[in-house]
Structures are given as C-alpha cells and as structure tokens.
C-alpha cells in the first residue's frame, strides 16, 4: 500500500493512497526533512538537510551533505530504489538536491529535484 504524505483521507474516508513513483519521492523526502537522533526507534535515520537552511551555504557543506544523503537514501531504500546519482548544489541561500534513482520495482528511471531554504522558483 502506497501511503499518501503527509498522511491523509479520500473522500471515501479510507487512507489515501499514491501511485508508486509519487509514494517513493515521498519516501526520499522524508530522508532529506528528517535529522538524525529525530526518531526515537531510529536514530540514524535522516539527513539533516532541514537543518542546513540556518547553516552558511558552502560547496564544501554540499559536497559532504551528497555524501550524506547518498548513503542514507541507500542504507534506508535500497529495498525500493537503486541510487544513479546524488547532486548537491549551492545557489546563493538555496540548496538545490537533484537525486536520480530507479524504482526496483517497477524498473523506472526518475530524477527529482528538491529545493531548500532561500526563495523556491
């Protein structure tokens, strides 16, 4: 069952539901939004890239934050997706993430992009 994020009803009352891709970008999300130490049954879980909007933005912070994510998206998904790619860049106070991946699944190439902090266009 592919659990719509954030959690929600249809109008049937039922939970909703998402197609895959939609429910797996969902998931990556959840990775980049949630920091370490923040699950109490997980606490290795997340990334820590909320918390880099109050951070200085440097290519070096992204550069370590790539490897970061890369190795979190691949200890935490790697039953669903199979990491291309992981690209972290800096443009002014915006963190751009561009995460290429395939669904195990159904076999289906995906690239997102996710954007943090600064003004979103």
């Known amino acids: 069952m592919n659990v719509q994020y954030p959690y929600g009803f249809d109008n049937t ?9 939609s429910h797996v970008r969902d998931m990556i999300e959840q990775i980049l939004l ?8 997980r606490p290795t879980f997340g990334t820590g890239t909320a918390q880099l909007v109050f951070s200085p933005l440097s290519d070096a912070l ?14 935490w998904l ?9 690209d972290v860049s800096v443009q002014e106070s915006t963190l751009l993430i561009t995460v290429s991946y395939t ?4 076999a289906q190439q995906q690239t997102r992009q996710f954007v943090y902090g600064g003004a979103a266009t």
């Open 13 to 21: 009352g039922h939970t909703a539901q998402i197609d895959l891709a």
């Open 34 to 41: 949630t920091s370490p130490g923040e699950r109490v049954n």
């Open 62 to 75: 992204a550069a370590t934050q790539q490897q970061v994510i890369k190795a979190s998206l691949q200890q």
């Open 78 to 86: 790697s039953d669903v997706i199979r990491v291309k790619s992981v």
């Open 103 to 106: 669904i195990i699944q159904s």
